[in-house]
């Protein structure tokens, strides 16, 4: 029993991370709809991919540009430039996100493993195990550069941005994640 306002509220902060499992849909089809499909042909097609790709693309951008505006408000124009790199970082995190929407809707009850921060010192009282998320991420990272380079190698410009945010996005983050774990 609670007020209109905050279920929606909650739904929203709620299903937000549902862009996750798009992001990777996104990344995992970009090279079959390259190959089995003729996108100059199907009007539909490309509308329904357009629709997909502004949704992974554009709203969490848009969740950073507002971000930015609300904490740094008079230095706005100087923090712009970390667009694109928070940009990579929420592509990058769509993996693990997507494991973590899945685990939800599945109920499955899953820990969260804390990893290693180095903070002021370079001596880490702790690790973790291995970091097969961040295996699979570079492994898609790898596949995503190969689909970036099928697609200029075809001149199919439209998705050449996009999938060139995902390659960095995943590979970026999946290093990180085995520097932090080793």
Same mark, same amino acid.
């Given at each position: 029993? #609670?007020?209109?306002?905050?279920?929606?509220? !909650?739904?929203?902060?709620?299903?937000?991370?549902?862009?996750?499992?798009?992001?990777?849909?996104?990344? +995992?089809?970009?090279?079959? #709809? +390259?190959?089995?499909?003729?996108? !100059?042909?199907?009007?539909?097609?490309?509308?329904?991919?357009?629709?997909? #790709?502004?949704?992974?693309?554009?709203?969490?951008?848009?969740?950073?540009?507002?971000?930015?505006?609300?904490? =740094?408000?008079?230095?706005?124009?100087?923090?712009?430039?970390?667009?694109?790199?928070?940009?990579?970082?929420? #592509?990058?995190?769509?993996?693990?996100?997507?494991?973590?929407?899945?685990?939800?809707?599945?109920?499955?009850?899953?820990?969260?493993?804390?990893?290693?921060?180095?903070?002021?010192?370079?001596?880490?009282?702790?690790?973790?195990?291995?970091?097969?998320?961040?295996?699979?991420?570079?492994?898609?990272?790898?596949?995503?550069?190969?689909?970036? =380079?099928? =697609?200029?190698?075809?001149?199919?410009?439209?998705?050449?941005?996009?999938?060139?945010? =995902?390659?960095?996005?995943?590979?970026?983050?999946?290093?990180?994640?085995?520097?932090?774990?080793?």
């Amino acid at each position: 029993p #609670v007020r209109p306002m905050v279920k929606i509220q !909650a739904f929203f902060h709620l299903t937000h991370y549902l862009i996750h499992p798009i992001m990777l849909w996104l990344a +995992l089809i970009t090279f079959p #709809v +390259l190959i089995f499909t003729n996108l !100059a042909s199907n009007h539909w097609f490309r509308i329904f991919m357009l629709v997909f #790709v502004l949704l992974g693309t554009l709203a969490p951008s848009t969740l950073y540009i507002v971000s930015q505006k609300a904490l =740094y408000p008079k230095s706005f124009r100087q923090t712009l430039w970390m667009i694109p790199l928070l940009s990579f970082l929420g #592509v990058g995190i769509s993996l693990s996100n997507s494991r973590a929407v899945f685990e939800a809707l599945s109920g499955k009850k899953s820990s969260f493993i804390r990893t290693p921060k180095r903070g002021d010192s370079s001596k880490v009282d702790y690790g973790i195990r291995m970091p097969w998320l961040g295996l699979f991420e570079i492994l898609l990272g790898i596949y995503c550069s190969f689909s970036f =380079y099928k =697609y200029v190698q075809m001149d199919r410009a439209w998705a050449i941005p996009f999938i060139l945010i =995902y390659s960095i996005g995943f590979t970026g983050v999946g290093i990180l994640t085995l520097k932090e774990a080793f």
